[in-house]
């Protein structure tokens, strides 16, 4: 046999082992979560290593949706996660292309000093931004964290709409000059509908920084319960020695599932977007 034939046999035994694999060590700890989440908590104190419940109980869920206040807090986390992604798209979108096809003075300077933000541990800018929001009010409303949000997605969405511009071809845009269009209305009907694909993929990736923060959710906004995000919700759960485990399961079911959801729905766009602008033809 030779080593061409060899290595394609061993490639289609291991392809579809490691598929599996890796799918087990992914989806069982999210499965075995939502095993735990619809037991009751009665059965699981007296079987704790059984994976299959012996009944299905919705419990769980009823208390932390009312009980614990996660439908205010879902409401909140959307809120936030819906206005972040707007508004990042809104300002990214011109400034990617400005560097993607502009030419300015200190284009590439400008082009890595958004990056550079991300050399600065988050906790470094918290003290700093807790003292300014504070002192303009804003400390304790939802706007201040989506200002938060905005500036951390704002330098990573630049970057991933710039490389996407960039592998537009330019004589799309050229005959749209032609044709009468502004360079906003180029951008408005030409280069955004051909960048459908990295608006997901920065949309999406925005949308998921903004529902899973932590830190600061915890900063401004922990004085005012109403205010909470899903995720400040999940901790009080996870901080609490009364909350029974079936309650903390659905808790972090209910935080992680709109996420999946989301993912899934865009996935095809997600992966054609975050591979754009690699290679430019």
């Known amino acids: ?3 061409d034939r060899f290595e394609r046999a061993l490639f289609a035994v291991l392809k579809p082992v490691v598929i599996v694999f890796l799918v087990l060590i992914t989806a069982f700890p999210f499965l075995y979560m939502v095993m735990l989440s619809v037991r009751d908590i009665q059965e699981l104190i007296l079987d ?5 419940p012996r009944g299905f109980t919705l419990d769980a869920y009823v208390n932390v949706l009312t009980e614990q206040g996660f439908l205010t807090f879902l409401r909140n986390s959307a809120v936030v996660s819906i206005a972040s ?9 011109p400034g990617a292309y400005a560097v993607a096809r502009l030419r300015f003075f200190g284009r590439r300077q400008v082009h890595f000093l958004f990056l550079a933000v991300y050399l600065f541990p988050a906790i470094v800018l918290a003290i700093p931004l807790f003292v300014l929001f504070t002192m ?18 704002v330098p990573v969405t630049v970057y991933m709409l710039r490389n996407y511009f960039e ?12 044709d009468g269009c502004t360079r906003l209305s180029t951008i408005w009907r030409v280069v955004l509908p051909l960048s459908k694909p990295a608006l997901m993929a920065t949309g999406l990736y925005a949308f998921m ?3 899973n923060e932590f830190l600061f959710a915890l900063l401004f906004l922990v004085e005012r319960r109403e205010s909470w995000t899903v995720s400040l919700g999940l901790s009080q759960l996870a901080g609490s020695i009364e909350i029974p485990t079936t309650v903390l ?8 599932l709109p996420i999946v959801i989301v993912f899934f729905a865009g996935e095809r766009l997600l992966t054609e977007g975050l591979t754009a602008g690699a290679e430019k033809g």
Do not use: H, K, N
Not at 48 to 52: E, I, N, R, T
Not at 136 to 153: D, E, K
């Open 1 to 3: 046999m030779s080593r």
């Open 48 to 52: 704790p290593g059984s994976l299959l």
């Open 85 to 93: 992604v707007a508004c990042t798209l809104l300002i990214s979108i």
């Open 136 to 153: 303009l009010g804003l400390r304790g409303s939802l706007i201040g964290l989506i200002l938060v949000y905005i500036a951390q997605t």
């Open 167 to 178: 592998s537009v071809p330019q004589s799309v845009e050229e005959a749209a000059a032609v």
């Open 209 to 211: 920084i903004a529902w």
């Open 249 to 256: 399961m659905a808790g972090s079911v209910v935080l992680t």
